[in-house]
Every structure is written in C-alpha cells, then in structure tokens.
C-alpha cells in the first residue's frame, strides 16, 4: 500500500521567512513525487516533481530515500505563495499507475 | 484553450436527486480520475480511467457511477444525492504511459445538497 503524510494542517510564517513543509511516503517501490498548489478558489495545479529536479517559484524539493521524504522548501515566503500545499505520490498497483495524495497542508504567509 | 473542463461549476441540489457533472479534456491523455476535495480540503480519489476502463475504485457508494463514453470524456453520475456529498468535485487527466505523470486538473465543480 502507499501512503503520504502531510502531517501539517497549518503552516504560518512571516513574509520573507523560510518556508518548509513536510511531507513523507510510503511505497515499497521507486515513487515518484509531486507537489500540487492550490490557490484560493482555484483548481489544482503541478508545483514541481521530484524527477526534474526543478525549482519553481522559487520553491524546491529534495527526495530523500532514506528518510522516505519530500520536503517542500522556500528560502523566503511571499505573500502570493499562501496556499494549499498537496504533496502527491505515484505508484503502481495492478499494472496501472496509483496516485495518492496527502492531505495537505495549508500555508498562510503573514505580511 | 482550456486543458480539462467541467460542468456544470456549481451545482445546488435538493437530497434525493439524481445529477450528473461532465468532464472533457483536450490534452490527449489516456487516463482520466475523479477526486473529491471535502469542506476540510482532503482530497480523495474517487475512480480512475484508463482508454474508457474501469481501473480503480476507491471505497465510495455505489450512488456514484461514472462513465467514459470516450478517452476524451469521464462523467460522474450521482443517484439519491445526500448531504454528505456536498463537496467540490475535480477531474483529472495524465498521460498513462512516460515520465513524469503529471495530472492535469479541471476547475472543480462546486455541489451543495441541501
């Protein structure tokens, strides 16, 4: 079974402070991870997968096998990254691909 | 153009009526999902499509039917509607096959059972 755990509901930070929000997995295979944002009102959108090693919006993440982690950073929150965070995972199960998400995490930044 | 579309955006309902949402997508993807996003924003994935099968089935009450008429197409048919199906309904598509997997989302649709 996979599994991923946001284990924040919410995160406030001032602006300009460095943003990190967890998330961890469960898969007994290679996963691959996403980060999907969710701006007020709006549909879900991709933020960044860990397989192109990309930064987006100045937001990065690191996969960590050993640590079965994902981690979503930002060296210095802005007011427009306020947000619903939903960290996702892709698997297989039956031959088909298998996506789970977390629950995500809601971050506010606070001018 | 538009990547993933629903309709209806929102929809008002009493309980025990039938309704359905349409979701059509433009990207050429062979899969299409289902997800139910509750008033807590927990977002669960209802059912998944893959070229018009039937490929999962998440716990969800048989009053939920979906239906693909085509790649391109996945309908959500909702019987007997009760209050606890009040939620925002997206749909979903991604590509099968290839790296990455990205899942394209719709704008949701927006159900309120009163």
């Known amino acids: 079974a996979q599994r991923v755990t946001q284990p924040e509901k919410l995160l406030s930070v001032f602006k300009g402070a460095p943003v990190e929000l967890k998330c961890n997995y469960s898969?007994?295979?290679?996963?691959?991870l996403f980060w999907y944002v969710q701006y007020s009102r709006q549909r879900l959108q991709l933020l960044l997968r860990?397989?192109s090693r990309e930064s987006i919006k100045g937001f990065t993440a690191d996969l960590n096998k050993g640590e079965t982690s994902f981690h979503l950073k930002k060296p210095f929150a802005q007011e427009e990254d306020s947000a619903m965070y939903y960290c996702?995972?892709?698997?297989?199960?039956?031959?088909?691909?298998?996506?789970?998400f977390g629950t995500g995490t809601k971050l506010q930044v606070i001018p | 153009d538009t990547a993933v579309s629903q309709t209806p955006k929102y929809l008002v309902t009493q309980m025990g009526n039938d309704k359905s949402i349409k979701c059509e997508q433009n990207l050429g993807h062979d899969t299409m999902y289902w997800y139910k996003q509750d008033s807590k924003k927990f977002l669960k994935i209802m059912f998944s499509y893959n070229n018009k099968e039937l490929i999962i089935n998440e716990t969800v009450p048989n009053r939920f039917s979906p239906k693909s008429p085509d790649k391109a197409h996945l309908n959500l048919h909702i019987n007997s509607l009760e209050l606890g199906d009040s939620a925002v309904y997206f749909c979903a598509s991604s590509q099968l096959a290839g790296v990455g997997k990205t899942q394209y989302f719709g704008p949701g649709t927006r159900l309120l059972v009163l």
């Open positions: 860990h397989i």
């Open positions: 898969y007994s295979g290679s996963p691959e």
């Open positions: 996702a995972l892709t698997g297989y199960s039956g031959g088909y691909q298998k996506v789970t």
